[in-house]
């Protein structure tokens, strides 16, 4: 079977043409499939690696809340605390303890609001602020509910 040739190209020169234009192709998709394994498996390693890395923030922020858990129960009982432990009743939010000072003596003397803070770092929430403000302005009453008085 013989192709019809154009003059100019000649036969040998068409066909190798073909040839290096079949080549380029196959070298195309060989390394297109080369690249997309070597991409797949990069990607593979990056996902492990990110997944470990959230595993590890993760855990650290959680023994950070732990131990912030513990810190405010265990404040009572450290020498930085300036009250009498069995004058602090624990409340956890929005502040963690309210200290009546002379409570245990029968000779109430103050209240005061305690919050505890385990980081270094560590500063009021804009809501602990607004309340930091609002009992240091005194703006805090005493009210005594009669639950007798709901029966009619």
């Known amino acids: 079977m013989k192709f019809w040739v154009h003059p100019l190209l000649g036969g040998d020169r068409i066909l190798e043409i073909i040839i290096f234009i079949l080549g380029m192709l196959l070298g195309i998709v060989l390394c297109y499939l080369y690249l997309r394994g070597q991409l797949a498996a990069q990607l593979e390693r990056w996902k492990l690696e990110f997944e470990e890395r959230i595993r590890q923030e993760v855990l650290e922020k959680s023994r950070a809340i732990l131990k912030g858990k513990i810190g405010e129960q265990l404040a009572p009982l450290l020498p930085l605390f300036r009250h009498e432990p069995a004058d602090a009743r624990f409340l956890g939010s929005p502040v963690d303890y309210v200290v009546f000072d002379g409570y245990k003596e029968g000779e109430p003397r103050g209240v005061t ?16 602020r607004k309340l930091k403000e609002v009992i240091e302005q005194g703006k805090v009453t005493w009210e005594t509910i009669h639950i007798g008085e709901l029966e009619g």
């Open 113 to 128: 609001f305690v919050d505890v803070k385990t980081g270094k770092n560590a500063a009021l929430t804009p809501l602990e």
